[in-house]
């Protein structure tokens, strides 16, 4: 009986900590979301203002017009969900041949792909560069979209220890049964690693919604921008509109936001293993 | 062997021409003269006995190192002590992970637009606070002895990819070795030092080895928040490599910077690797 007070005690402190926190990480979102509503006259006004007097809803049509939002937003739909289908399409394949497939030099292949995770990509970076500047490439989306084909080691990494969980048993009736393995592969083996998939698909998708530099090297024209760079070009133009500049981060966010509270559960368990088994 | 390799051979033409071809050409080039319009031209050793007397290079790998030193202790202690106190079992523990999580999701561009404005020196949201509070203004972005710590603080805001990872883990710690350790009569901060600690320690490896690589690499915040400055106390070696190749198309230069920059991290690594025997528990050994 003496220990329910200490722990009443334990949970108070416990809730008063994490408010405390969570407000101090909410206070960015909601000041983005202030200022993007604040006309001209309130973003340099002294003091700290959190509710706009007069909300501006104008100024989210007023940012998405100030630049091609729309185009910049297909442009980076496009690139990320070709890139998404691009890495799981050729990780599967691989992990299939690193996992339900014996051959010899398999493993040490395999820690081979492994230690290319170390590889920093700047080493890399200027030959693919002067490569696809030879190949005529440079200005298109191809050198951001091609290298999704070929698989990625993480990927690659992570649909190999899922396709380890799948019964082997499945696999030998199917070879008895007379299957091929590129049957099993897809009969049996990508219908059961679904969500797997579906983990790998969402992280690309937003790794490459998020990318910079691959646009900022590759893409020269405004017209094919990602919504990266447009927002990037957008403050050169409008440095000091400030709430202009807020609306355009908002809008660029919210994307996100909406999937991850639509794919919460794929999300962190992506994270989680991305992160924890690299 | 074929049909491994056939299923393995999207992966085998990409490892030849996107890593070890690149790689050796990288190495190649870098010891070349190539300022990508004429052909390379062969130099020897030149471009890293240039890089040995370029007083920039030495500036930004110093700096570059001191920042993962600042950067990674925070960046790890945040997401470990956010983690713990969000493994509890209390009502609506959920909802505050995901405010935790949220900010790491915002993509690079938006939170370097908006930290620039939270950090503005005149109108930003920081110093107005300071300000009300009787405090006067720092210049967070202007002022070099405070621009390493503001890009820290904005790191930290997104520490909740890193915190998501360590919640993870601390949920696979086994309760009957906090129930023992109760029964030794070990307290909060024992329990954490040698049992808490211990479990979380191979997850701590993998961080401090892509804080690593990721310091070395830091980019994209620093292209959009700083440009370098002020007085280059920003300007990281990726965007002093990025500058050599994109700006001044020194393309054999920059290839010796990411050699260097290589070395670098691969020393670092091997180092902590050394050392995780020390500090690293694996459950079984």
Redesign the interface.
């Known amino acids: 009986m003496l220990k329910r007070p200490a722990k009443l005690l334990n949970?108070a402190i416990?809730?008063t900590?994490?408010t405390l926190?969570?407000g101090a990480?909410?206070?960015?979102?909601l000041?983005?979301v202030s200022?993007s509503l604040k006309p001209d006259t309130e973003?340099?006004a002294?003091?700290?203002h959190w509710i706009p007097r007069t909300p501006q809803w104008s100024n989210y049509p007023a940012a998405l017009t100030a630049f091609p939002f729309a185009r910049y937003l297909g442009n980076t739909l496009f690139i990320a969900i070709t890139c998404s289908l691009g890495v799981v399409l050729?990780?599967s394949?691989?992990a299939?041949?690193?996992s339900r497939?014996?051959?010899?030099?398999?493993d040490a292949?395999f820690l081979?792909?492994l230690s290319?995770i170390?590889?920093?990509?700047?080493?890399?970076?200027?030959?693919?560069?002067?490569?696809f500047r030879k190949l005529g490439w440079t200005g298109t989306y191809l050198p951001l979209i091609v290298?999704s084909?070929?698989?990625a080691a993480i990927s690659?990494f992570l649909l190999r220890q899922f396709f380890r969980t799948i019964p082997q048993e499945l696999s030998d009736a199917a070879e008895i049964d007379g299957c091929s393995?590129w049957q099993i592969?897809t009969g049996i083996v990508l219908p059961l690693s679904r969500p797997a998939l579906a983990t790998i698909g969402l992280l690309v998708f937003?790794n490459r919604?998020?990318d910079?530099?691959g646009p900022?090297?590759y893409l020269h024209r405004p017209e094919q921008y990602t919504?990266?760079l447009g927002?990037?070009s957008f403050?050169g133009r409008h440095g000091a509109e400030?709430n202009l500049?807020?609306a355009a981060?908002t809008v660029?966010?919210l994307p996100?936001?909406a999937v991850?509270f639509l794919a919460?559960k794929q999300f962190?368990e992506g994270?989680?293993l991305t992160?924890?088994k690299? | 062997?074929l049909?491994?390799?056939?299923?393995?051979s999207?992966?085998?033409?990409?490892?030849v021409?996107?890593?070890l071809?690149?790689?050796i050409?990288?190495a190649y080039?870098s010891l070349t003269d190539y300022p990508?319009m004429r052909a390379p031209v062969f130099v020897g050793l030149g471009n890293y006995t240039e890089l040995l007397g370029d007083e920039k290079f030495w500036r930004y790998a110093v700096l570059n190192t001191l920042f993962m030193f600042l950067e990674i202790p925070v960046a790890i202690g945040v997401a470990i002590a956010?983690a713990m106190?969000?493994n509890?079992r209390?009502r609506g523990i959920t909802l505050?992970r995901?405010?935790?999580?949220?900010?790491s999701?915002?993509?690079?561009?938006?939170t370097a637009?908006?930290?620039r404005?939270?950090f503005?020196s005149?109108?930003g949201?920081l110093n107005?606070?300071l300000?009300?509070i009787g405090l006067p203004s720092i210049g967070w972005l202007t002022d070099p002895r405070w621009s390493k710590p503001s890009f820290i603080l904005m790191d930290v805001?997104g520490a909740g990819?890193?915190m998501?990872?360590y919640l993870?883990?601390l949920q696979g710690v086994p309760e009957h070795l906090y129930e023992a350790a109760h029964l030794d009569g070990a307290g909060w901060w024992s329990r954490t030092r040698f049992v808490t600690l211990p479990m979380l320690s191979p997850?701590i490896l993998?961080s401090v080895i892509?804080g690593v690589?990721g310091t070395?690499?830091y980019?994209?915040q620093a292209?959009?928040m700083t440009r370098g400055g002020p007085e280059l106390s920003t300007l990281f070696y990726?965007l002093y490599?990025?500058d050599n190749?994109?700006q001044y198309f020194k393309?054999g230069y920059?290839?010796a910077?990411?050699?260097v920059?290589?070395v670098i991290?691969?020393i670092c690594?091997l180092i902590v690797f050394r050392s995780s025997a020390k500090w690293v528990y694996y459950e079984g050994n």
């Open positions: 949970a416990s809730y900590t994490l926190l969570a990480f909410c206070v960015p979102f000041w983005m200022t973003i340099f002294q003091g700290v050729s990780s394949l691989v299939y041949g690193f497939v014996r051959w010899p030099g398999r292949l081979l792909m290319t170390m590889l920093p990509e700047q080493v890399t970076l200027i030959p693919v560069f002067i490569l290298p084909f070929f698989g690659i393995d592969f937003i919604w998020m910079y530099m900022l090297v919504l990266a927002l990037y403050i400030w500049l807020m981060a660029v966010t996100l936001v991850f919460q962190i994270i989680t992160g924890m690299g | 062997m049909v491994g390799l056939a299923f393995t999207p992966w085998l033409i990409g490892f021409v996107f890593a071809g690149p790689v050409a990288s080039l990508l956010l106190l969000l509890q209390l505050y995901t405010l935790f999580f949220l900010p999701i915002v993509p690079a561009v938006a637009m908006l930290w404005w939270i503005n005149e109108y949201l107005a606070g300000n009300s805001w990819g890193a998501v990872i993870a883990s997850v993998f892509t690589i070395f690499q980019f994209t292209f959009i990726a490599l990025f190749a994109f393309m920059a290839c910077l990411a050699w920059l290589f991290t691969l690594t």
